[in-house]
T-cell receptor
Framework: GESVGLHLPTLSVQEGDNSIINCAYS??????FIWYKQESGKGPQFIID?????DKRQGQRVTVLLNKTVKHLSLQIAATQPGDSAVYFC???????????????FGTGTRLLVSP | SQTIHQWPATLVQPVGSPLSLECTVE??????LYWYRQAAGRGLQLLFY??????ISSEVPQNLSASRPQDRQFILSSKKLLLSDSGFYLC?????????????FGSGTRLTVV
């Protein structure tokens, strides 16, 4: 699997706590934002996305908040479980013209460690 | 159903040897396809993307190349590998489900150049 990410910021929480993972983005023209979860040795998995015209979106146990004023994105995980332990990436995306071409730019990631 | 396949899962290659990683998607047509590289403990760096057969765009100058010989096939290659080519390589395709946009990633190839 993936080696330990010495360069990744780490968030350590207790099982059952709520977790908040933050991300700052750079492009004010981004059309949408996505959170991905990556477990060791696997490809990233889609968690939730939010359009730039929204400020909040909720999924199952997860909520994404978007603050365009300060270019900040957060992922809130309710009742964090040991299975939530992974690296979480935010990504900003743009829809380019009429081609429909999409490009995502990823943040560096945050490692979430959930202890029982 | 829509799926993406990537192989091999792991690869150990000597410096100077060639490389070929393959990615195929099923259940869709004319997908936008991407190759990313992830160094250990790092984020994802976009290497190449393709909007159609024979159409390749490179994001960063490097020792690698990409090709799209068929609509649902995307190949990452190198003629001579460098130590710095080691990493976790991910293929992805863009898909839309309802009002959600996103990439679906393959399972990745861990390449170690020795």
């Amino acid at each position: 699997g993936e080696s330990v990410g010495l360069h990744l910021p780490t968030l350590s929480v207790q099982e059952g706590d709520n977790s908040i993972i933050n991300c700052a983005y750079s492009n004010s023209a981004s059309d949408y934002f996505i959170w991905y979860k990556q477990e060791s040795g696997k490809g990233p998995q889609f968690i939730i996305d939010i359009r730039s015209n929204m400020d909040k979106r909720q999924g199952q146990r997860v909520t994404v908040l978007l603050n365009k004023t300060v270019k900040h994105l957060s992922l809130q995980i309710a009742a964090t479980q040991p299975g939530d332990s992974a690296v979480y990436f935010c990504a900003e995306g743009r829809i380019l013209g009429n081609t429909g071409f999409q490009k995502l730019v990823f943040g560096t990631g945050t490692r979430l460690l959930v202890s029982p | 159903s829509q799926t993406i396949h990537q192989w091999p899962a792991t690869l150990v290659q000597p410096v100077g040897s060639p490389l070929s990683l393959e990615c195929t998607v099923e259940g869709t047509s004319n997908p936008n396809l991407y190759w990313y590289r992830q160094a250990a403990g790092r984020g994802l760096q976009l290497l190449f993307y393709s909007v159609g057969i024979g159409q390749i765009s490179s994001e960063v100058p490097q020792n690698l190349s990409a090709s799209r010989p068929q609509d649902r096939q995307f190949i990452l290659s190198s003629k001579k590998l460098l130590l710095s080519d080691s990493g976790f390589y991910l293929c992805a395709w863009f898909n839309r489900q309802g009002i959600s946009y996103g990439y679906t990633f393959g399972s990745g190839t861990r390449l170690t150049v020795v």
